[in-house]
């Protein structure tokens, strides 16, 4: 199933054109992985022992545009941004349509790195943006048989505490 990605961060106004996610960055793309190493230690029952989680940068794949210089300053200065939200709509949904079926919140942003790419034969350029977080929060909205949201299923990680929120 295709979908539309955007990207809100506090103090950076972005250019999409979808009239829910006004102000908001559109996004190409988006990567994020989470691993929990095992310890090779076995607990009494014989089962293996998880370690420290390690949440790997969140990538976000964008056009170039007017954030572009903003994301970079804000590498550049180290800035921590109180908040960041990543959504996922269902592709061509807009306005009242447009129902995030998955929301990421994060709190104490950084921009770790900002990566302009272009290439010969691209349409457009294009740049990933790479970022760090204290927490996350991770929404999904179900869907009912009619289409409408049916609930939601939330969780979320304190990475300073290592624990749920």
Not at 6 to 30: C, N, R, T
Not at 47 to 59: E, S
Not at 140 to 152: F, I, L, M, N, Y
Request: hydrophobic fraction near 35%.
């Amino acid at each position: 199933m295709a979908f539309d990605a955007y990207f809100k961060l506090d103090g950076v106004e972005g250019q999409a054109e979808d009239s829910k996610h006004e102000k908001w960055i559109q996004l190409l793309s988006y990567n994020h992985s989470i691993a929990n190493e095992t310890t090779g230690m076995h607990s009494s029952g014989g089962a293996h022992m998880g370690g420290r989680v390690q949440h790997n940068d969140i990538v976000l794949a964008k056009q170039i545009d007017g954030t572009s210089p903003m994301l970079m300053l804000a590498c550049c200065q180290g800035k921590s941004h109180p908040t960041a939200t990543i959504e996922l709509v269902r592709a061509g949904a807009s306005g009242n349509d447009a129902i995030p079926y998955q929301k990421i919140e994060l709190t104490d942003v950084v921009i770790k790195s900002v990566s302009p790419v272009g290439a010969d034969g691209s349409a457009f350029p294009t740049e990933t943006v790479a970022l760090t977080y204290a927490t996350i929060k991770w929404t999904v909205t179900k869907t009912g048989k009619d289409g409408k949201p049916a609930g939601e299923i939330v969780s979320g990680w304190d990475l300073k505490k290592n624990t749920k929120l």
